[in-house]
T-cell receptor
Framework: AQTVTQSQPEMSVQEAETVTLSCTYDTSESNYYLFWYKQPPSRQMILVIRQEAYKQQNATENRFSVNFQKAAKSFSLKISDSQLGDTAMYFCAFMATGTASKLTFGTGTRLQVTL | NAGVTQTPKFQVLKTGQSMTLQCAQDMNHEYMSWYRQDPGMGLRLIHYSVGAGITDQGEVPNGYNVSRSTTEDFPLRLLSAAPSQTSVYFC???????????FGSGTRLTVV
């Protein structure tokens, strides 16, 4: 079974600054995907970024990037130039290939962006 | 393109009542799942389906039933509601390609 750990329940960052959210995972699988989902106050789950474990290159999506350390089983999310609209709950999630796309989620990090 | 549609958005039930949470997707996704979200616990998988007529249990299946008669629909049934089932429920769908799930907007269920 897989586990996903997000050790930062809450974080705060000022607008235009950079913040990094941590995520570690434990698995015996060799092929898998990792995701960051954003949940704003609207409750909608929004996919932010995706990483394939076999790719060494870190994924980036505009202001969002990851630091994927496969040996350390670490998958942190960096948000650059933070905006008020980034205020949300962020969930790290794991999915092993061939498992019917079953996601295992961490407990989430609540991010507050302030003026 | 509606994506994943969940109804209702809010529901209050009395203990012992039954109800069905509806979920429909229009993206021709093979995979569909139900998750529940509780404070401090992230999202946990209740049941999932890899195609019409095929369902399986997830991490927390007790007290819930599902069926998948069509590709589009994946309803979740609460057989006899209990206060422990107070939660936010999400339906999600995806292709089997590792690109992650598209989620519905959720149902907030309160059992009193």
């Amino acid at each position: 079974a897989q586990t996903v750990t997000q050790s930062q329940p809450e974080m705060s960052v000022q607008e235009a600054e950079t913040v990094t959210l941590s995520c570690t995972y434990d698995t015996s699988e060799s092929n898998y995907y990792l995701f960051w989902y954003k949940q704003p106050p609207s409750r909608q789950m929004i996919l932010v970024i995706r990483q394939e474990a076999y790719k060494q290159q870190n994924a980036t999506e505009n202001r969002f990037s990851v630091n994927f350390q496969k040996a350390a089983k670490s998958f942190s999310l960096k948000i650059s130039d933070s905006q008020l609209g980034d205020t949300a709950m962020y969930f790290c999630a794991f999915m092993a290939t061939g498992t019917a796309s079953k996601l295992t989620f961490g407990t989430g990090t609540r991010l507050q962006v302030t003026l | 393109n509606a994506g994943v549609t969940q109804t209702p958005k809010f529901q209050v039930l009395k203990t012992g009542q039954s109800m069905t949470l509806q979920c429909a997707q229009d993206m021709n996704h093979e995979y569909m799942s139900w998750y529940r979200q509780d404070p401090g616990m992230g999202l946990r998988l209740i049941h999932y389906s890899v195609g019409a007529g095929i369902t399986d249990q997830g991490e927390v299946p007790n007290g819930y039933n599902v069926s998948r008669s069509t590709t589009e629909d994946f309803p979740l049934r609460l057989l006899s509601a209990a206060p422990s089932q107070t939660s936010v429920y999400f339906c999600a769908s995806s292709h089997p390609d590792g690109y992650g799930y598209t989620f519905g907007s959720g149902t907030r269920l309160t059992v009193v």
